[in-house]
């Protein structure tokens, strides 16, 4: 479960830029939760400052009861994050990558073995699992980021544009691991600037516009309050123009 | 803090420690390149170092000597073959070989040698050489001083044909005494040996450092990195252990390199007996802990602060001239070195190594003035790495 209460972020010199303007939201677990918006919405903005690496000026956000800012740690061990920053250690083997999260976690030994060959086989990573990840493709890498992040069994995921510089497959398998994670009870939470895709797979939709919250609920919810035909033309309405939109 | 809390921040400081030894031992290209410098280079400049010291004492002592002119003073060319010089006739255009170097020096005497001495005025010899030839040096000395030694000879054969004891025409007698152990003699090698132990500590940690700090940011695996649970602090202590380890095994290995190049090499004998056995090598070890703790965590701070490896070894090269220049300012500086040297890092450094050189240990309390200024950097370094891993901004690209 993510709480966010009127959260608010500015950066430049003069705090001149504001990137998140009192934003609130929930999502709750067992769903997948979209937060669509064109680029330069304040995404990224939102997701780091839950995600504790950003420190909010103003509001509150809660992850699991968690205060992001009070018990940033606390929080940081129940959330396993994957944003666009992929990078893995190209020397090491995908095992060696994962494990070395799982390290910091604070899990050891066979037990951290054990989870992280579970992890592999859901997806598909076992023969790749002792080979150094220099020579891996995009959607391999992504399965290892994957695994990383979820290697301490995280009740809530966050998601920044996870399919930027995917290939279908990839995104396709993406979106089946991000269903089995719902399935399991967790709480996701999905950024894109692509529609298609937060339609395809969320279940409850956040409209991110110049920083504020400007619509939120299902894709039927949001095509019956702005009064057209489709959701595309939904959003449109909804953001006020279709700049930043387009994949 | 409690115990509990306190071993998850160890053992996360570990894992990361762990981590970046793995990935710094499986860089086989960076690896390469520091292990064959510190190992190799070395020695290998010690070969040519010496193979040059044997050449120069060889040269002087198989003087070989064109000569212009040498049926004028046939007494001055039996004194000098008798001293084992050998004596040919120069070439015409020997001015311009001495230029080129394929001749060391020349001595002409004069066509009037004869007549003037017949005269009783001084018979004139004159020797050409180009003295900026380092290379020529002992040859040049070495016939200098054979004219010089002719010269007495006749002249006290002279006073003795007049009754006169040679003392009247020398009346000061020159003794000298070298205070040079054997092993202070050869400053060169001595400099360059430090030196080169010096630099091992400064090139051992460079390419582990900035790509533990900078290359991790434009790898983009430092944004999952400060997702975990790991507090910037703990990932700074155990970068900086990492790359410490790597320097001191650098080091070592540069230190052995030396001791079994001076100790199984076949070295030409140049009258240097160089002392560097197992003391020194223990001696250079102590010395330079404290380079090997601090030029880590200084090339933390320079890759943290850049956003790509390549920016970062562009800074780094700012530091790297100073640390390499203060030895080379040291060894021109004639003076006794002056007390707060002790004080500053990099120079109490080079002059330990020197003293242990000389074969005396460096006292305890110069080893501990020599730790001051690098435990307070070692601090301040890591504390600002620290703070940059801390701030927002390190997340976006500036």
């Not at chain 2, 005025?121 to 290379?135: A, Q, Y």
């Not at chain 2, 132990?197 to 999952?224: C, I, K, N």
Request: net charge positive; aromatic share 6%; charged share 20%.
């Amino acid at each position: 479960m993510i709480e966010v209460d009127a959260l608010q972020k500015s950066f430049g010199k003069a705090r001149e830029i504001e990137a998140v303007r009192a934003v609130t939201f929930d999502a709750p677990d067992g769903a997948i939760t979209g937060l669509l918006g064109p680029n330069g919405a304040g995404k990224t903005t939102l997701l780091r400052m839950i995600a504790t690496l950003v420190l909010p000026d103003a509001g509150r956000a809660r992850v699991g009861g968690l205060d992001v800012v009070a018990d940033r740690y606390a929080v940081r061990s129940r959330i396993g994050v994957l944003s666009d920053a992929r990078g893995l250690y190209q020397r090491l083997t995908a095992r060696e990558n994962v494990r070395y999260f799982g390290r910091l976690h604070g899990l050891a030994g066979a037990a951290l073995d054990a989870r992280i060959d579970a992890l592999f086989a859901t997806l598909g990573l076992t023969p790749l699992a002792e080979r150094r990840t220099a020579g891996f493709s995009q959607g391999e890498k992504m399965k290892v980021a994957i695994a990383r992040a979820l290697v301490h069994d995280p009740d809530t995921i966050l998601l920044d544009e996870p399919t930027n510089g995917l290939d279908i497959m990839s995104v396709r398998t993406l979106r089946d691991e991000l269903r089995a994670l719902r399935g399991q009870g967790k709480c996701l939470l999905f950024s894109s600037h692509v529609m298609q895709e937060v339609a395809a797979l969320c279940d409850r939709i956040v409209v991110l516009a110049h920083g504020r919250v400007v619509a939120a609920g299902t894709a039927e919810q949001l095509i019956e309050r702005a009064g057209t035909a489709g959701l595309e033309d939904a959003f449109v309405q909804l953001i006020g123009s279709d700049e930043g939109l387009a994949a | 803090m409690t115990t509990s809390t306190t071993n998850a921040a160890v053992a996360r400081t570990l894992a990361i420690l762990r981590k970046e030894l793995l990935d710094t031992l499986r860089d086989r290209r960076t690896g390469m390149v520091t292990l064959l410098s510190a190992i190799c280079a070395g020695p290998i400049f010690l070969l040519l170092i010496f193979n040059l010291i044997a050449s120069q004492a060889e040269r002087a002592r198989d003087l070989k000597l064109p000569v212009v002119g040498a049926v004028y003073a046939p007494a001055l060319v039996g004194y000098l073959e008798r001293q084992q010089v050998t004596v040919t006739q120069a070439p015409a255009d020997y001015d311009a070989q001495i230029r080129r170097g394929d001749l060391d020096v020349v001595l002409i005497v004069d066509e009037a040698f004869a007549a003037d001495v017949a005269q009783g005025k001084p018979g004139s010899v004159r020797l050409v050489f180009d003295r900026s030839r380092d290379r020529a040096r002992p040859s040049i000395e070495q016939a200098e001083s054979l004219l010089r030694g002719y010269n007495r000879l006749w002249g006290e054969q002279r006073l003795m044909l007049r009754g006169v004891a040679s003392t009247v025409a020398n009346p000061l007698r020159i003794d000298t005494s070298d205070l040079a152990t054997p092993q202070q003699s050869g400053a060169l090698v001595l400099f360059l040996v430090a030196y080169y132990g010096l630099f091992a500590s400064v090139m051992g940690g460079m390419a582990v450092a900035l790509d533990t700090t900078a290359g991790e940011r434009e790898r983009q695996s430092l944004e999952p990195l400060l997702m975990t649970p790991a507090r910037p602090g703990e990932i700074v202590a155990g970068k900086w252990l990492a790359v410490s380890a790597f320097n001191a095994l650098v080091v070592l290995l540069t230190l052995t390199g030396f001791y079994l190049t001076l100790k199984f090499a076949p070295l030409p004998p140049v009258g240097v007996p160089f002392l560097f056995g197992m003391r020194e090598v223990f001696r250079f070890a102590i010395v330079l802990v404290p380079m090997v703790l601090m030029l880590p965590a200084i090339l933390l701070y320079v890759g943290s602060r850049a956003r790509a490896y390549k920016e970062a070894q562009a800074n780094v090269s700012v530091l790297l001239f100073v640390v390499s220049l203060i030895p080379v300012v040291q060894l021109f500086m004639q003076r006794r070195e002056p007390g707060w040297l002790m004080f500053v890092p990099v120079s109490a450094q080079y002059s330990l190594l020197n003293t242990s050189l000389r074969g005396e240990a460096p006292s305890l309390a110069q080893l501990a003035s020599s730790w001051l200024a690098p435990a307070a950097l070692i601090a301040i370094a890591l504390i600002a790495v620290t703070r940059r891993l801390s701030r927002e901004s390190i997340l976006s690209g500036k």
